[in-house]
């Protein structure tokens, strides 16, 4: 079975991390084409660190400010396809790369970790993730009732867990430690007597 579509999640900017609605990269909707155009204006709207963008995904669910008419409906999700399903090139208009060895002990610097930016890249209106809200062929915005603090259920869900799993994982090395310093011996006294 040969994969075909690799994706990945595609939100922190090199200058925005947690802080969503600081994100700077921008999609605007051109009524005259049906297609929303995704462009990354500064360098600090870059998507930063997700992981497996730098070498392996060829899509990517991109966050990014919508725009319609010059008004900013917020931050809204888009499946954006980088590379070529041929030859893994990227397509035109967009930089992805990996962003190169981590600060600290290493853990990190077996993941790898990619930087993304696009020069006004076409991406077709249907690519929208449009269960909360949409946009219409004629450029209308559309917001269900369901609140938008749905949208990001999914990721506080698998952020509570990454932080279940690591109490977890720290509790038992923590167990290990205490039971382990309880025991150790080392440096002797002076008078020749047992080690502290």
Request: glycine residues 10%; aromatic residues 10%.
């Amino acid at each position: 079975m040969c994969i075909e579509i690799i994706g990945c999640y595609a939100q922190t900017e090199l200058g925005h991390g947690p802080n969503v609605q600081g994100l700077e990269t921008t999609v605007t909707f051109d009524s005259q084409t049906d297609e929303f155009v995704s462009h990354s204006p500064i360098l600090t709207s870059s998507k930063w660190w997700p992981d497996g963008l730098g070498k392996v995904s060829t899509h990517a669910v991109v966050y990014s400010r919508l725009r319609i008419d010059g008004q900013d409906y917020g931050v809204h999700g888009f499946i954006v396809q980088l590379c070529s399903l041929d030859d893994h090139s990227s397509l035109p208009g967009i930089t992805v790369g990996d962003i190169g060895m981590k600060f600290g002990s290493g853990a990190y610097n077996n993941m790898e970790n990619g930087l993304l930016r696009f020069d006004h890249v076409c991406i077709f209106r249907n690519q929208m993730l449009m269960c909360f809200s949409q946009v219409t062929r004629e450029g209308k915005y559309v917001q269900s009732d369901v609140p938008r603090q749905l949208v990001y259920g999914t990721m506080v869900y698998v952020q509570q867990i990454i932080v279940s799993e690591d109490s977890c994982t720290l509790s038992r090395a923590v167990c290990i430690a205490t039971r382990y310093s309880v025991v150790r011996r080392q440096f002797g006294l002076e008078n020749g007597g047992p080690e502290t």
